[in-house]
């Protein structure tokens, strides 16, 4: 079965740091991208971050560009979010997913919208004095 475990979620003080992992098993794919969306009451699911799997090129929502790093690690299919200068805006349920590639490749705006081919179940993020 297709799995995306995420893990790492907590509370934080803003402007600290937490680093989510995402350990991805049960699918096979010729190219694809994994990443991070988030989720808050009341506002619409929104792209963190994505990688693409095989060459490693990173794509950055604007409001975490400069903040945040996705990286991996192929020898254990994971996926990793650190995340740096916490705000209380980033305050969310975080979830790992997969978008297959078919066809052309997508523009930043395309691979961060709000759409995966397998999501996992999230990890709860909150920032909060």
């Known amino acids: 079965q297709v799995q995306f475990v995420e893990s790492g979620g907590g509370l934080v003080q803003p402007g600290g740091s937490l680093r989510l992992s995402c350990a991805a098993s049960?699918?096979?794919?010729?190219?694809?991208?994994i990443g991070w969306w988030r989720q808050s009451p009341g506002k619409e699911r929104e792209g963190v971050s994505i990688?693409?799997?095989?060459?490693?090129?990173?794509y950055y929502g604007e409001s975490v560009k400069g903040r945040f790093a996705i990286s991996r690690d192929s020898a254990k299919n994971t996926v990793y979010l650190q995340m740096n200068s916490l705000d209380t805006e980033d305050t969310a349920k975080y979830y790992c997913?997969?978008?297959?590639?078919?066809?052309?490749?997508?523009?930043?705006?395309?691979?961060?919208?709000?759409?995966?081919?397998?999501w996992g179940e999230g990890t709860l993020v909150r920032v909060s004095l």
């Open positions: 997913g997969v978008r297959i590639r078919r066809g052309r490749f997508g523009t930043a705006v395309q691979l961060l919208s709000p759409r995966a081919d397998y």
């Open positions: 990688i693409r799997y095989s060459d490693g090129v990173t």
């Open positions: 049960g699918f096979t794919a010729d190219d694809y991208y």
